[in-house]
């Protein structure tokens, strides 16, 4: 309850409180009137498919309908076939509901909740009614006929009376985003970087980008034209390589400080208009200004013979990374603007590295699997328990423990997140029991029920707004709804009452406890799991495939970054040794990607290379922790540095030049801050950071 009473909600969420309200009592009067079995339905179902925007409000409608009508056709399908066996139709539902929950954990996208809704909409509705089969397809009816009338009393309500658009909330998001980068940037610019503030806006930016995926999907619900929608998915490509990007740059310019420092005076006035642009972009992103940038980063250039010379080579990578940072910037600030001012122009990109691709989605399967498959083995235990004991309304027990279980399974740690669903349900009794048995026998028609309900359902829904009540005041309101059971006429019993509606808390603390027990892992498991999933995508990219598939591969690295990155600060163990592993991946596929154009002795080493980076990494998965480096691969990359001389591959510049660049990027993400090798007596060890060196 900390800062509970901090600040009154502003205005625009007190109307949404009492257009959520309006909208909740149409669907009770007009389930009322059409003497549905169970009106409650209607009026919870309004809150759970409410939200302040239209495009959330319309996606989950549409998802809510189409879950609750697949699981009501499961419930009507299964239950006569296995009604006479109680304990394998217990089997039957515990499997359903586990299937469709690992197909739903497959989505990242809204739609995820058409399976997760169908996958506990079966139980809803066949367990309560498992001693009286022959009404299941009229509850199945009922069920669904009254969550329809909620989506519709929900979509109509939200979209007459002021509807908020999602458009301008990413817009503010995407603006906070791209000022947290540009400080994070500037830091790493100005050379005065901060450790500790760095890790805290790089965390800001990962949460705020996590943010922004989830709205993306959400927009063309709203009606967001396709060009718009294209944008917002090329800003988040980007978004993504602006991290490990900046991180190579920093590298590179260490490395230059280190090994030549006389080269710094040079590239002093370079980064000191860098900076100037980077503030400039605020207001926009010209074409003409960015030229003129990349203009003067190439005179500074080195020519392709001088990079045979070591210093000439740092000096040539850290302008190859200056300017691929530079490139992103400027796709950033140009797709905010087209984003921001609704531009349907076909938008072009000045960053076109090869491997930016279409993102692709990484899954952790294992954990998918155990998740769904915890939750399999919760229904059935709870289910068995409740048989063996005989309680009547123990159906309720079960279905609460399934939605818990469900609800969070995308979760490392939903054991808090269940006692929350528990604490708020426990108190939505207290609550219901006061309407039921003190409130409502005092009032005899429609008006007066309204009046009763909206003060605390109004004060409790504007709350929703806000994220850090939104769950607590959600089930508040919905399990307040659903326990107090209006009906046409009043019939309450108090003993009745609590032996239906105690036994929900009940299946809370089932499914907690037996959350506490299956899953006790929490974040650190997941992020090790993270790091051993890169070090075995670093060791298949070095093995035979076509560059599609390294291509695919390295997009799902790049994806599965923003999964890593907040759990490697929510374990405080070091974000900076997953850019690495990143940059390690990237730069390999860049040697992959340009090797076949050079021949003979530089090929075979550049061979060498891939080979050796594959058998360290395999050697660090046996171990199971970062090993140092190995010596041989420290001078295979000098010697293949050495082999890639320019009076012997004069035909293949272009290509000599990027896998230079590519080499120099490796050996910095392999070994930070360490160019070259000066004396072979002498090579460089590697500190073992963080995560590196903790058992895996």
Known sequence: MSGFFSSLPPARDWFYGTRTFAASMLALYIALWMEMPRPYWAMATVYIVSSPFVGPTSSKAIYRALGTLIGAAAAVFFVPLFVQTPFLLVLVIALWTG???????????????????????MPMIALPIVDNPLNVFDIAVSRTEEIMLGIVCAAVVGSMFWPRR??????????????????????????DVDPARASGLRSSMVATFNSLELMIGQLPHEGALPQTVRNTKELRGRMIHLLPVVDALDDALYALERRTPEQQDRIEPLLAKTRDWLESTQEGAPVEAWKALRHELELLQPSAEALDERRQLVFSNVLYRLGEWIDLWQDCRSLQHAIATGSQTPWRAVYRHWRLGRLTPFLDRGLMLYSAFSTVTAIVVASVLWILLGWSDGASAVILAAVACSFFAAMDDPAPQIYRFFFWTSLSVVFASLYLFVILPNLHDFPMLVLAFAVPFICVGTLTVQPRFYLGTLLT??????????????????????NANLAGPIGLLFAFIWTLIARPFGAELAAKRLTRFSWRDIV????????????????????????????????????????????????????????????????????????????????????GERLSMPTDLQMTLERTRRALNIHDLQDEGDARVHLLHALSGLRLALLPGVEFIVDQDNLPQPHNPGLDGAPL
């Not at 739903?104 to 909409?121: D, E, K, W």
């Open 99 to 121: 299937i469709l929950l690992f197909l739903s954990l497959h989505l990242r996208t809204a739609n995820s909740y058409i399976f997760m809704l169908a996958g506990y909409t």
């Open 166 to 191: 999602l458009a301008p909330v990413f817009v503010d998001a995407a603006t906070r985003w791209l000022n947290d980068a540009a400080h994070y940037s500037k830091h790493f610019l100005a050379r």
């Open 477 to 498: 309101i919905v399990n307040t709804a659903s326990f107090i059971s209006i009906q046409g006429a009043y019939d309450a019993d108090f003993l009745v009452f609590m």
């Open 540 to 623: 298949m990219l070095t093995r035979p495939a076509t560059l599609a598939e390294h291509r695919h591969m390295g997009a799902q690295m790049l994806d599965r970054l923003m999964q890593h990155l907040p759990r490697l600060a929510l374990t405080g163990q070091d974000t900076g040794s997953a850019l690495r592993d990143l940059r390690v991946a990237l730069n390999v596929l860049d040697l992959l990607a340009y090797s076949p154009r050079v021949s003979g002795e530089p090929r075979r080493l550049l061979s060498q290379v891939v080979h050796e980076v594959g058998e360290y990494f395999s050697a660090c998965l046996k171990a």
